[in-house]
Nanobody, 120 residues
């Protein structure tokens, strides 16, 4: 069973930067799209970014375009989310996810999440 573990969350000031990482274990990531979702307190989970198996296709929610960059290293089975120009509305728990279908509304595999807090 594929397991995903996030790291890199924390507290940052508005305008600051943070990089989240995710390591996969216990299974293959071959042919899997990987991505990030987030959930803010009292709100529903929402898509943030996704990257295809080959890394040649990325998708972002409009609110993070130009500020967030997703990348992956298949031999190491890791993905990253570089976040810059952070805003208080980016505060949420960020989840690493994976699925065969990059367009799936909810991905099949989920990590436990890592918290990101952006102070104003």
């Amino acid at each position: 069973q594929l397991q995903l573990m996030e790291s890199g969350g924390g507290l940052v000031q508005t305008g600051g930067s943070l990089t989240l990482s995710c390591a996969a274990s216990g299974g293959s990531v071959s042919n899997l799209a990987m991505g990030w979702f987030r959930q803010a307190p009292g709100k529903e989970r929402e898509f943030v970014a996704a990257i295809s198996w080959h890394g040649d296709t990325q998708y972002y929610r409009d609110a993070v375009k130009g500020r967030f960059t997703i990348s992956r290293d298949n031999p190491k089975k890791t993905i990253s989310l570089q976040m810059s120009s952070l805003r208080p509305e980016d505060t949420a728990r960020y989840y690493c996810t994976a699925d065969l279908d990059i367009h799936a509304p909810i991905y099949q595999y989920w990590g436990q999440g890592t918290p990101v807090t952006v102070s104003s």
